[in-house]
């Protein structure tokens, strides 16, 4: 006579043991990861070509700290001003109206198709087209202010500028997005509530959209702190061009590279940390959900 056995989720926990997956071959190609990285570092610090005293004497130097705090100052402000730009151009560009429409989409296709080192120099030698800079009531004779554009249009303003909106055409992108990523059903209701546009768009949708916005933005930020190396070609004495100016005294290209490339990776790692913070602000629900269904545990296994 045959037994039935029943076993009940008790049984199966006594029973099954759950055994962590081996994965030897992620240690192996971790191994040769470190041992390449170890080996180029290794060439670098033993070329005869390099010199390492060069690089210590120069890392604190005080041209070198106020070219690096000039850089992270720049990306800043022309990030703040590029934000809120974009901001705009994204409402713009989601409006009905035509007009608005047409002219963030013209703003878009012109700084995204032009060469951010192209508009560097345009706006840094504004004053050839423009000797004087005139504000007043245009056709008549009436002029409130009139300066040489040289003397308004200084070398970091017009970098500030020239950062600003053609950042601005690509943040607009990121902000439209996130925009669209709110379901249109926050909005109903919000109007069903009696409110305005501009109260639904801050308090609403937009506090939702930033999950998605946050994380292209910070790209967007790091990518700026670079681009600002660029600036050298209008005679901002931002770190990469404190960099060359000692270089051009001392001959020692590499090592002085090496030291603005050490404080480029340390202001990029300083400003991955408010990133972070706001992405996991803003991503908490999403974040929550994630872990918890990542941290599912498997039925019956010892704990």
């Known amino acids: 006579m045959l037994e039935r056995c029943v076993l009940t989720d008790q049984n199966f926990a006594d029973e099954i043991v759950a055994k962590p997956l081996r994965h030897v071959w992620r240690w192996v190609v971790g191994a040769f990861l470190l041992l390449g990285v170890y080996a180029l570092c290794w060439s670098i610090a033993t070329s005869p070509n390099i010199d390492g005293a060069v690089f210590g004497k120069y890392v604190f130097n005080g041209l070198i700290i106020d070219g690096a705090i000039k850089t ?69 004779d009436i002029v409130f202010f009139q300066a040489k554009t040289s003397d308004v249009m200084s070398p970091i303003f017009a970098g500030i500028i020239a950062l600003s909106l053609n950042e601005a055409a690509y943040a607009s992108e990121i902000v439209r997005a996130g925009i669209l990523s709110v379901d249109v059903g926050q909005t109903e209701a919000a109007k069903s509530l009696g409110m305005g546009a501009g109260y639904t768009l ?43 100016i000692i ?45 918890r269904w990542f941290r599912l545990p498997f039925r019956g296994a010892k704990q």
């Open 247 to 291: 270089s051009a005294t001392n001959y020692k290209q590499v090592e002085l590279m090496a030291v603005a490339g050490f404080w480029y990776l340390i202001m990029n790692a300083i400003l991955s940390v408010p990133q972070s913070y706001l992405e996991h602000r803003y991503g908490k629900g999403v974040a929550n959900q994630n872990e």
């Open 72 to 140: 992270v100052w720049i990306t800043a402000v022309s990030m703040i001003v590029a934000t809120v730009l974009a901001t705009l151009l994204a409402i713009m560009r989601l409006s009905t109206n035509p007009l608005l429409k047409g002219f963030s989409i013209a703003f878009v296709a012109f700084f995204r198709g032009t060469p951010l080192l192209l508009q560097i120099v345009f706006w840094g030698f504004l004053g050839l087209i423009w000797p004087l800079t005139t504000i007043g009531i245009p056709f008549t």
């Open 202 to 244: 801050r308090r609403i949708v937009l506090p939702q959209a930033m999950r998605v916005i946050i994380p292209p933005m910070g790209n967007e930020t790091i990518s700026m702190l670079k681009s600002t190396a660029m600036l050298s070609l209008v005679a901002v004495t931002e770190l990469y061009t404190r960099a060359q």
